[in-house]
């Protein structure tokens, strides 16, 4: 099983930039696709990047353009990269393998206006 582990979360104002780490222990990262998904009070859980094995990205059209997602085999980690943050992006973000169905634990990521 994959175990994830997310950093980088806090408080924004508007306008700013912050980036997400999910450190994930197991062999297998390299091969996996990963993702970021994000949750808001009362809201359900949504697709925020997804990352494949090879590296082809997509997004959700509330992001594009402004969040990058991207890997790093060699240190087992996935990143988003997040600017020009909204007030609109506050949710706990976390971070997904969803091919052995492994969560992280969760990050607050709150954007001030």
């Known amino acids: 099983q994959v175990q994830l582990v997310e950093s980088g979360g806090g408080l924004v104002q508007a306008g700013g930039s912050l980036r997400l780490s999910c450190a994930?222990?197991?062999s297998i990262f390299s091969r996996t696709a990963m993702g970021w998904y994000r949750q808001a009070p009362g809201k359900q859980r949504d697709l925020v990047a997804?990352?494949?094995?090879g590296g082809s990205t997509n997004y959700a059209d509330s992001v594009?353009?402004?969040?990058?997602?991207?890997?790093d085999n060699a240190k087992?980690?996935?990143y988003l990269?997040?600017?020009?943050?909204k007030p609109e992006d506050t949710a706990v973000y976390y971070?997904?393998?969803p091919f052995v169905g492994s969560w992280g634990q969760?990050?607050?990521v709150t954007v001030s206006s």
């Open 24 to 26: 994930a222990s197991g």
């Open 50 to 53: 997804r990352i494949g094995s």
């Open 64 to 71: 594009r353009g402004r969040f990058t997602i991207s890997r």
């Open 76 to 78: 087992n980690t996935v």
């Open 81 to 85: 990269e997040m600017n020009s943050l």
């Open 95 to 97: 971070c997904h393998a």
């Open 106 to 108: 969760g990050i607050q």
